[in-house]
């Protein structure tokens, strides 16, 4: 096993992926000779050539819509869409054409794409660098999300992803990708999609975060053992489709949930959660649950950043209102 | 002194060879096709001009959904297919539903689609297309993906891509050109300039004096050509064609075209933007009567024959009509069973209540 970053996990990942399946192509902006901007690709197109790793213009539905034909044409596409805020330029592509392909087509039409994209606060970027959009894509019918928390699951689910026969939006939060090292084994495996995974066992409460959120659940649950609080911590890994079994599970052994998520606060993920749970689970519930969540302002600027971001700290305070109910 | 603008569109002359007296204008260009293959194209507007009238008259009597009218544009649309091969994919918009015909699309599943049932949608094994596209310029992007896997796969096949005039303002439209040609991939894209969107009219789509001229930006081949005229789009095509499969890279065509009809069998009404002159002007320049002339003039055409024609086209329609009705009604849980490969927990969950609300 090595000790790896997530961006090297991710390398390491698509290197996997390249080896096992000539049908698997990456392009996007900067992702060939340079190796992307954050270094995903990086050597890439020396060891598999031009032809499986390359670049292309720079114009983001034009990168969806060559995805999809590729894609007709028996590729496994993985394009990169270089920062996640660009991609209301192709939102077309996404949502309109490539969820939908399977269904207009009465299910004879695999588009086995997975949208690599860098997201996700706390690393100070220029405007629409950041923001947590992963709900737009939650919402949309035929699409998967899939969120890693670390270096290990970035690895095993972008290798379930690469071989999905949906497309898959993969992405990967900025803070995460040098943070902090794994052990990741050197050989292949997988990750279920659509699995959460309980990181943390727990009697008291339970808190549901994906992304960079698990780390700070993490943390507040260390803090809260101090007070003698026991909290199970479940990453779920993929946001759609949720992993409701679970999330219930957890929930109807402890009684008290706090769902945590990076992005503002409406219509988001953990609404969705929060629903789930009361409509299955609301007879187990001492108290309500709770959200941590960004406010509903556009993405801060740089400056405010470390205020606007939720944090171990808001996670800590709203387990306590919720254990104190 | 002339502008930018004029002096570029004097470099997109309009090509045609057959004039609409039906007389041959550009000898030079004349393809060497067979008389058996002239018929073969004569046939295939006449069919598809009849498809054009039962499917209005079917829309109208609440039998078929959603219909794009396509009479006066069969010379684009059949022209430029004529000129493909079989393995050719096709990534058609809403009013390109007779060259998915001519590729291979059974009739009954066109009705299917038209009326919105999924089973429309599944191209039968060997028919190289896609579902036709409803958001303008979408297709063109996919067009740039497509061909660009042709091209790494070393097939000597291309995609093509139609849309019209509206569609050369989208941004896909220019990202779509603009990768085929960085890529060099073995794509045609067609613009059916039939001078109105909807109702708004190609003068108000562009400042550009032809819209053949677009094909500069993107430093890919371009022509104008007279989309009334089968063979002149047939040339165009086929010789886009065999630049793409020779590795010269894509083409982009406009045809100069009309739709008689209005912009769709949704209550569109063409009185409302378009003058009585314009329609007689463009009828005048109809694809079919100008055709039927050169082939009357070579000896080779008749009225028995196009009536035989008619009558085939009739009798296929009702039957795919027939055959369309005998397709199962298309039901919810058909829909959630073609959303994913594996169904995830939620859909799970909505298929067993669906089958239970459907079983009622």
Not at chain 1, 298 to 305: D, T, V, W
Request: aromatic letters at 8%.
């Amino acid at each position: 096993m090595a000790q790896m970053t997530m961006i090297q996990a991710i390398t390491d990942a698509l290197r996997v992926e390249l080896k096992n399946d000539e049908n698997v192509v990456l392009f996007g902006e900067d992702v060939g000779k340079n190796g992307g901007v954050f270094r995903a690709t990086e050597g890439l197109q020396d060891e598999f050539g031009e032809d499986r790793v390359f670049d292309t213009p720079l114009a983001e539905s034009g990168i969806g819509g060559l995805a999809i034909g590729l894609a007709t044409q028996g590729f496994r596409p993985v394009p990169e869409i270089q920062f996640f805020g660009f991609v209301y330029e192709v939102m077309d592509s996404i949502s309109g054409q490539m969820a939908r392909m399977r269904y207009r087509s009465g299910n004879t039409v695999n588009m086995p794409i997975t949208l690599r994209s860098p997201f996700g606060g706390g690393v100070h970027t220029p405007e629409m660098h950041a923001d947590s959009l992963e709900g737009l894509m939650a919402q949309q019918p035929g699409l998967k999300v899939v969120i890693p928390s670390n270096p290990y699951d970035a690895k095993g689910l972008l290798i379930s992803a690469i071989r999905d026969n949906d497309p898959v939006i993969y992405l990967e939060h900025m803070k995460l990708y040098r943070s902090f090292r794994d052990e990741v084994p050197e050989e292949e495996y997988t990750i279920e999609l659509g699995k959460a995974n309980v990181k943390r066992e727990g009697a008291d409460i339970t808190f549901i975060a994906y992304g960079a959120m698990v780390q700070a659940s993490l943390k507040a649950a260390e803090e809260l053992e101090k007070d003698g609080v026991s909290a199970e911590v479940i990453d779920l890994r993929t946001i759609a489709p949720l992993d409701v079994e679970t999330i219930v599970e957890s929930v109807k052994k402890t009684g008290r949930c706090v769902v945590v998520q990076e992005a503002q606060r409406v219509a988001g993920i953990a609404s969705q959660i929060v629903a789930e749970i009361q409509e299955r689970a609301i007879l187990h519930l001492e108290a309500p649950v709770l959200r941590v969540t960004a406010p509903d302002t556009i993405f801060s600027f740089p400056q405010a950043e470390d205020v606007w971001l939720p944090n171990h700290k808001d996670i800590v305070k709203k387990a306590n209102e919720a254990l104190n109910y | 002194m002339k502008r930018t603008n004029e002096k570029i569109a004097e470099q997109f002359p309009t090509f045609q060879i057959l004039n609409e007296e039906g007389k041959i204008v550009n000898e030079e260009k004349m393809p060497n096709l067979s008389d058996d293959e002239l018929k073969d194209l004569m046939t295939r507007m006449v069919y598809t001009r009849i498809l054009d009238q039962r499917s209005i008259a079917l829309n109208r009597q609440g039998r078929l959904g959603f219909y794009a009218p396509t009479a006066g544009q069969e010379a684009s649309q059949l022209g430029s297919h004529f000129a493909l091969e079989k393995d050719d994919y096709i990534l058609p918009g809403y009013r390109d539903v007779p060259q998915l015909i001519w590729h291979g699309l059974p009739l009954y599943k066109a009705f299917l689609w038209s009326r919105g049932h999924f089973v429309g949608g599944q191209m039968p094994e060997g028919v190289h297309a896609m579902v036709p596209q409803i958001i303008i310029g979408a297709q063109f992007v996919q067009a740039a993906g497509v061909a660009l896997g042709m091209k790494k796969r070393g097939e000597n096949r291309v995609a093509i891509t139609y849309t019209g005039d509206g569609g050369t303002s989208q941004g896909d439209f220019y990202e779509g050109m603009n990768f085929a040609g960085a890529f060099d991939a073995p794509a045609i894209f067609i613009a059916q300039n039939n001078r109105f969107a909807i109702s708004t009219p190609v003068e108000k789509q562009t400042k550009a004096v032809t819209l053949a001229q677009k094909a500069v930006a993107a430093g890919i081949e371009g022509i104008q050509v007279d989309g009334m005229d089968v063979l002149a789009v047939y040339v165009a095509t086929k010789e886009a064609r065999e630049r793409a499969v020779n590795g010269e890279g894509p083409t982009f065509i406009e045809t100069l075209t009309y739709r008689y009809g209005p912009h769709t069998m949704a209550g569109d009404d063409p009185t409302r933007y378009r003058t009585k002159d314009l329609d007689e002007e463009w009828e005048k320049k109809d694809p079919l009567v100008r055709f039927r002339k050169f082939l009357e003039d070579k000896g080779i055409w008749s009225e028995e024959e196009e009536n035989e024609v008619i009558e085939r086209a009739k009798e296929e329609i009702k039957a795919a009509i027939k055959e369309a009705d005998g397709v199962p009604k298309q039901k919810v849980t058909d829909l959630i069973g073609n959303m994913y490969e594996t169904l995830p927990q939620n859909l799970q969950e909505q298929m067993e209540e669906y089958k239970a609300k459907e079983s009622k």
